[in-house]
């Protein structure tokens, strides 16, 4: 399995962005996707994750009312719409796959397999 994320860049606070994932190797519709976050010096955070069907969801408070995650599972692809952008959402966003049997949105890092490298996201104030 390979995910390789797109769209991060420099935003201006209150801005936004859209990131997407596309997911290759494998059976993407038995996978639930995640979004995560990493600031420099800091531990990995979840951001978002959408189950198999796209039926669960899950969102950091931190990014509720804010950021939408979605899935097109005829294209392999996961995408994390980001509004009203603040600098301290600045970090690498790694999207994440995770194979398992039950239509659920976990939000650990252990829970997932793979993940991709990461696109940057920088909010300027």
């Known amino acids: 399995v390979q995910l390789v994320e797109s769209g991060g860049g420099l935003v201006q606070a209150g801005g936004s962005l859209s990131l997407s994932c596309v997911f290759s190797?494998?059976?993407?519709?038995?996978?639930?996707m995640g979004w995560f976050l990493q600031a420099p010096g800091k531990e990995r955070e979840f951001v978002a994750a959408i189950s198999r069907s796209g039926g669960s969801i899950a969102y950091a408070d931190s990014v509720k009312g804010r950021f939408t995650i979605s899935r097109d599972n005829a294209k392999n692809t996961v995408y994390l719409r980001m509004n009203s952008l603040k600098p301290e959402d600045t970090a690498v966003y790694s999207c994440a796959a995770d194979l398992r049997t039950s239509d659920r949105a976990p939000s650990y890092p252990s829970a997932y397999n793979y993940w991709g490298q990461g696109t940057q996201v920088t909010v300027s104030s």
């Open positions: 190797g494998g059976t993407f519709t038995i996978y639930a």
